[in-house]
Structures are given as structure tokens and as C-alpha cells.
């Protein structure tokens, strides 16, 4: 989240086909979350975005959008690797939720552990790690946030504004809430 919150970022990049949504494209509300899957808060974050979603059904899209702080979180950049080749085999929903889940028993050897669970015929994750292969891919999402003014995680925004407030359920239900009377 922001640092200052008397301050007012929009987003720099708009959601677009590499993005990775859950919810309809054409639903009247965003959520976008700058995330690092070793952040503790993110897995804070994760945990209520089920009930936030719920409560708005087909009218909210949520967007993940990658922000590894490889400077305390020494797995963040291989865990968004990792999700990024879940997305070249259909999986990147499940691999994030899974990675998500697994806390603070996060490690290399776990993401090999996922992979094989949820896609035990494709190329190993563990090549791709090892080549890098899906950096760009998290480094385009980092650079993104930065232009948007992201500087810490979770950072969300609501319809393209950040969301400088409290992130608990509440609040994000009603930051969309008023997005929505804004919007419409």
C-alpha cells in the first residue's frame, strides 16, 4: 500500500489480454492488485478477496498483477516465475492460489511440488526457473507498477485509482461500492 494516503495515483498501464483476470471483461468494476506471493499482507490480502469477490459477482473483474520485492522476499521473483509458466499451461488461477496457500513454507522445492501437481505433463518448471524464462513477463508487471506509483504490497486499485485506504473486507467493498455509483 501507499505510504502517503492523502495522495492519488492512477494506473499507467489499463487491464489488457496479458493480464491475468478473474471475473467478466466487460464487468462495470476493477480491482487490481500489485502482489509479491511471499508478502505476508498479500496472503492477508488473498484470504479476503473470496468474500469481496462474492460480493459483487459479475459486476467486479479482479486483476493479479506481479510486484516481487526480491529485497526482503528472497522467493517473490521465482514464485511469479512460477505462476507465469502456470500460465503458458491454462493454470495461472490455480497455481496462485496454491502458492498463496502455502504460507510460509514457500520455497523453491515447493513450487516444483505444486507444478507437478497441477501439470505433471507439462515442460518442468524447474527449466524455466533456471532460464528465467518468464522474467520478462514479471518484470513488465513490476515496471507497470512503478509508473503507477506502486511502492509496497499489496497495492490495489478500484477502477484505476489506487486504493490508498485500508484494505480489509470492509473497505475495499466499499471503496467499489462507491466506484460504482461514480461510474454509473
Known amino acids: 500500500m501507499a505510504d502517503d494516503p492523502t495522495s492519488s495515483s492512477t494506473l499507467s498501464v489499463p487491464v489488457g489480454a496479458d493480464d491475468h483476470v478473474r471475473g467478466p471483461a466487460a464487468a462495470p468494476l476493477t480491482l487490481i492488485e500489485y502482489g509479491d ?21 459479475a459486476r467486479l473483474r479482479f486483476v493479479f498483477r506481479h510486484f516481487p520485492l526480491t529485497n526482503v522476499h528472497p522467493n517473490a521473483q521465482r514464485a511469479a516465475e512460477a505462476a507465469e509458466w502456470a500460465a503458458a499451461q491454462g493454470a495461472f488461477w490455480p497455481m496462485h ?20 501437481e497441477l501439470a505433471p505433463d507439462a515442460p518442468p518448471l524447474a527449466d524455466a526457473l533456471r532460464t528465467h524464462r518468464h522474467f520478462a513477463r514479471v518484470k513488465s508487471d513490476f515496471l ?32 467499489l461500492e462507491r466506484a460504482g455509483k461514480n461510474a454509473g
Do not use: K
Request: aromatic letters at 10%; glycine letters at 10%.
Open 37 to 57: 506471493f511471499e508478502c505476508p499482507q498479500c496472503g492477508e490480502a488473498f484470504a479476503l478477496l473470496p468474500e469481496v469477490l462474492a460480493a459483487f459477482g
Open 97 to 116: 492460489d496454491r502458492i498463496f496457500e502455502s504460507g510460509r513454507r514457500l520455497s523453491e522445492a515447493r513450487l516444483l511440488e505444486i507444478a507437478r
Open 144 to 175: 507497470a507498477g512503478l509508473r503507477s506509483g506502486v511502492s509496497g504490497t499489496p497495492t490495489f486499485f478500484v477502477n484505476g485509482v489506487r486504493h490508498d485506504g485500508r484494505w480489509d473486507t470492509a473497505a475495499l467493498v466499499a471503496a
